[in-house]
């Protein structure tokens, strides 16, 4: 796989270079320059396929001009010892669970994926490095979690003093762990800019190979196109008209991820999701994004702290407007809209929706006609486990799920009893003394 940047096409890197020296120097995103026509692999597929093999067969795919596949096969298994779920609520409509994981967020599919598959290109070159990130907490427990017991891989975590969760004692680097968590005299806020002035210094990130574990990192982002032909594996016996995903857009890294995995040929007919300050609908009905307006190089550095993948979704509708029209269909959800969403699923069919999975399924009951033309079905994305989010839940619903003893204690708090940092010079310090 060859990937350019979204701002300089003729940037190109390989899949290697585009994870570990992740934030292209132009300061766009890197994205795929083409992709393979997989479609009758996709077909092949069933609800016997396990969701390793089907990330194993796209990563070869992918990525075979740099590895073989028993290597792609070798990242996916070791990555995924866990699986989405996929539920049939009724004859159109099916729930795909991303939160049968160690932490109960999506976000662990793509922090093992990315761990996994740096951990094995870092030992084939004889390299190391170290991710830098900001967090209150699942992003953290994940990366802790995946790098345990690598060798080639560290991770420097910045935290807003008291929010270190799910760490064990084993973990911290002076304890002959790879986390080095940095607890900062202020807010998140202040640990994004910490994390943004490190990576201003592009020969200071090259030289100590500096990386990120969210979805800025193009490695992060990849193994979120698993999850929609691991749905259509599930679901294509079941259904006979086109399918839609509902979801929520939070940094877009989904709903990217999701075109890209219909570039990939997978059968699918468009994407529901309620609107935000981005991505809106016009009087028409038709989507537009708002940050077209502005010329790419008239815009900032893309954020290595707290990325949207927006730039990602313009570059793939950029050359053709027709094809945005057809592909995301947004509507405006109030939050009474949300609320009653929310009820609707548990009255229906006994599920508890976070308030994003409630946007997601109200906008998908505002675009009805999207759905009921042709005998569509619908497919909601439910990205974390509504545990999470009890108190949304229980305000709306007047009760909420237990948290799972694993996911408790996945992000339960931990003590550090180091030092805060207050400034980036002072991260520095730290890191020169521990790493």
Excluded at 195 to 214: P, Q, S
Aim: aromatic share 10%; charged share 25%; proline share 5%.
């Amino acid at each position: 796989m060859k990937l350019n940047s979204t701002r300089n096409s003729s940037n190109k890197v390989n899949f290697y270079n585009a994870v570990l020296d992740c934030m292209p120097i132009d300061g766009g995103l890197y994205i795929p320059e083409d992709f393979a026509d997989l479609r009758k692999w996709l077909l092949y597929t069933n609800e016997k396929t396990t969701f390793s093999s089907i990330a194993g067969a796209l990563t070869s795919a992918c990525i075979n001009d740099e590895f073989s596949p028993i290597i792609c096969e070798t990242i996916a298994t070791k990555a995924f010892p866990f699986s989405p779920k996929v539920r049939r609520l009724d004859n159109n409509l099916f729930a795909l669970e991303l939160y049968h994981t160690p932490t109960g967020s999506h976000k662990d599919f793509g922090i093992s994926y990315l761990v996994n598959s740096l951990e094995t290109m870092l030992t084939m070159n004889g390299e190391t490095a170290t991710f830098l990130d900001a967090t209150v907490g699942e992003l953290g427990a994940s990366l802790a979690r995946a790098i345990r017991g690598k060798k080639h891989l560290k991770a420097v975590l910045l935290y807003p003093r008291g929010f270190v969760r799910g760490l064990e004692e084993s973990d911290f680097v002076w304890n002959g762990g790879n986390v080095l968590p940095i607890e900062v005299d202020g807010t998140e806020h202040n640990c994004h800019e910490i994390v943004r002035e490190i990576f201003a210094d592009h020969a200071f990130v090259e030289k100590y190979h500096l990386t990120v574990a969210n979805t800025a990192n193009i490695g992060r982002l990849m193994p979120q196109m698993f999850f929609y032909p691991y749905a259509f594996s599930r679901i294509k016996n079941q259904v006979n008209g086109d399918i839609f995903y509902a979801m929520p857009c939070g940094n877009y890294s989904n709903l990217v991820a999701g075109l890209y995995s219909w570039r990939l040929s997978l059968p699918l007919n468009g994407f529901i999701c309620p609107t935000t300050d981005e991505i809106k609908v016009d009087l028409a009905g038709n989507c537009e994004i708002m940050d077209s307006i502005v010329e790419l190089e008239k815009r900032g550095n893309a954020d290595p702290a707290s990325p949207s993948n927006l730039e990602r979704l313009e570059e793939i509708f950029g050359t053709s407007a027709l094809m945005l029209r057809h592909f995301i269909y947004p509507a405006q959800v109030s939050s009474e809209e949300a609320d009653e969403a929310c009820r609707k699923l548990f009255k229906d069919y006994n599920v508890y929706a976070d308030k994003s999975t409630s946007q997601a399924y109200a906008a998908a009951l505002k675009r009805k006609e999207v759905i009921d033309e042709d005998d569509a079905s619908l497919v909601l994305v439910m990205r974390d486990h509504p545990a999470l989010k009890a108190e949304y839940i229980r305000h709306t619903l007047g009760e909420a799920p237990e948290m799972p003893e694993r996911i408790a204690e996945a992000l339960r708090h931990t003590s550090v009893d180091r030092p805060c940092a207050a400034t980036a010079e002072e991260v520095l310090l730290t890191m020169a003394d521990e790493l």
